[in-house]
């Protein structure tokens, strides 16, 4: 996935405590490190994970006479960019991430970012400016923070665990947001609709058809080798067809659950036997839950109940296809929920509510279910891609009239599940109810933590989390076990998280206490 760190002051010891922190990172991107010292002008880190042009040419910072940059990201339109400037730009490589500086050079670094169909997060130095800029896509997929030094230095990471011994305050860096070396300014902000569109039914289906497909089109671009996270469930089922129909070659596709009852991985043998796929069962054991949790929770930097759940599983088959495989690249199935809706938005009271849902959710998903894709993923040396986080997708997602996208006919996301029927998958599949990934690879995981956390917290433990921990105060002995664990790994540092992943309790059967769909009345047979 790759990882950077930049510093931008003049103080020697702070750059020596990036190297030495920046090594926190290592996991990120195994295959190289570069460090650059610039003296008085900062200091700039990258371990990269090669997956785009994989020799040394590629390697980051990447630079061109005055300018240094680094980032983290995959350019889904960088052929057709390269075209446009091959004549006029000496390109040094054919890595991806090369063509964002003669678009800077040309467009600034505004004009850049709203020029890229890319997930990505970087930095680059001017030095005839003496300016040092960043920039994050728009929904974003790829992570970075910024903080400051005591003399107002501004610092940029790709985690927070960088920054975390030398910045007082950190912050995630802003999806849709550049730096310009002064302020943040937002160049798109995806989950804002100016106007709805008015296509009929037909034209929907066939255009969500034809937007995620050429969404997975694009993410199958790679010159290092591709898997596939495959639960069974309707989103990552439909990427792994859509990619099947695109190889001549058996897609390798991966599920995970637990040991002792396993929901979602007999669903996904089906679709990789209809599918003709190269598939691998990923089953783990309740003491590797307890083992790896402390881990986990230092890995993706939050204390979240169903982030840090949905981990579990996503980090063991991540850790399995690294150890056993070649793959490099993973495509997963995140980001669906958030536009078409979970199964507690079957109880929008309105429209308007689905829409102003929607919009928070995908807002907010760089906390939640992206960062979980992407800790997870990249923790073991590995890249995520995310079709349904294409930009001209979700762009005409968001747009459809939120009245089209209401469940009232008892099946949730019917848009999608409509947009490909046919012989794509199996009729059973594509009507599946939905099952979290927390719950769907396997109750019992979630009954074990929380069992574990019992025997850890008495009730007066409990009680005293308010005092202890007055933002986003726990309120389960499972999430008092999260935080204190997070907080071991990074005291102070809670607010990186706005707040616990919940439904919205405003709306009728969703005030609820557990973030599980599990205790919705509209669970029905999904997690069967």
């Known amino acids: 996935m790759c990882g950077f760190a930049v510093y931008t002051g003049d103080d020697q010891m702070l750059r020596l405590q990036m190297a030495h922190d920046f090594r926190s990172l290592q996991y990120r991107g195994p295959d190289n490190t570069i460090m650059k010292d610039l003296g008085n002008n900062g200091w700039i880190g990258f371990h990269r994970l090669k997956i785009m042009d994989l020799s040394d040419n590629g390697n980051q910072p990447l630079e061109y006479k005055h300018l240094s940059l680094v980032c983290n990201g995959e350019v889904y339109n960088f052929r057709q960019i390269r075209k446009d400037y091959e004549k006029t730009f000496d390109f040094q490589s054919s890595s991806d991430c090369e063509v964002m500086i003669p678009l800077y050079l040309e467009k600034g670094i505004i004009g850049m970012a709203q020029a890229l169909d890319a997930e990505f997060a970087c930095v680059l130095y001017d030095e005839k400016k003496s300016k040092y800029m960043a920039a994050r896509d728009p929904i974003g997929i790829r992570p970075m923070f910024y903080g400051y030094t005591a003399d107002k230095d501004i610092l940029f990471a790709s985690e927070m665990k960088a920054l975390h011994n030398i910045c007082d305050e950190i912050r995630p860096f802003p999806p849709g947001y550049v730096y310009d070396g002064d302020k943040f300014v937002c160049y798109h902000d995806i989950a804002k609709v100016d106007k709805f569109v008015d296509d009929e039914q037909e034209t929907i289906f066939k255009k969500i058809n034809e937007l995620l ?40 596709t991966f599920a995970v659950g637990i040991q002792d009852g ?74 669906s929920d958030e536009i078409f809706g979970y199964k507690y938005t079957d109880f929008a009271p309105s ?36 079709p349904f986080g294409d930009l001209d997708f979700v762009k005409y997602v968001m747009s459809i009239n939120p009245e089209k996208k209401m469940n009232y006919t ?4 019917y848009l999608l599940r409509k947009a490909f029927e046919g012989d794509l998958l199996p009729h059973d599949i594509l009507y599946r109810e939905k099952a979290a990934f927390s719950d769907a690879v396997g109750h019992s995981s979630v009954d074990y933590l929380k069992g574990y956390a019992e025997e850890l917290y008495s009730d007066e433990d409990l009680a005293k989390a308010k005092e202890k921990y007055p933002f986003a105060t726990p309120f389960s002995k499972e999430s008092l076990m999260y935080r204190d664990i997070f907080e071991s790994h990074f005291p102070g540092r809670a607010d990186m998280v706005k707040d616990f992943w919940m439904p919205n309790k405003e709306w009728e059967n969703c005030d609820v206490d557990d973030p599980s769909a599990r205790v919705l009345p509209n669970y029905g047979k999904s997690g069967e």
């Not at 599918?275 to 307890?290: C, K, P, S, W």
């Not at 986990?296 to 088959?317: C, H, P, Q």
Request: charged fraction near 25%.
């Open 213 to 252: 497909t050429k969404g997975v089109e694009k993410r199958m671009d790679s010159d290092a080798p591709l898997g596939f996270l495959l639960s069974g469930g309707l989103d990552s089922s439909l990427v792994c067809a859509i990619a099947a129909k695109m190889t001549d070659k058996p897609i390798r």
């Open 262 to 335: 396993p929901i979602d991985t007999k669903y996904a043998v089906q679709v990789a036997d209809y599918l003709g796929a190269d598939h691998t069962e990923v089953l783990f054991t309740r003491q590797e839950i307890f083992d790896t949790l402390s881990n986990l929770i230092y890995k993706t930097e939050t204390w979240d109940i169903t982030t840090i759940r949905a981990s579990m599983g996503m980090n063991l088959v991540s850790k399995y296809i690294h150890e056993n495989t070649d793959i490099k690249v993973l495509m997963t199935g995140e980001i």
């Open 351 to 386: 429209p308007e509510a689905f829409q102003k849902e929607a919009e928070k959710r995908l807002t907010e998903i760089y906390m939640y279910d992206v960062l979980r894709a992407d800790r997870c993923i990249s923790a073991n040396g590995l890249e995520a891609r995310v």
């Open 410 to 413: 008892g099946i949730g996301k």
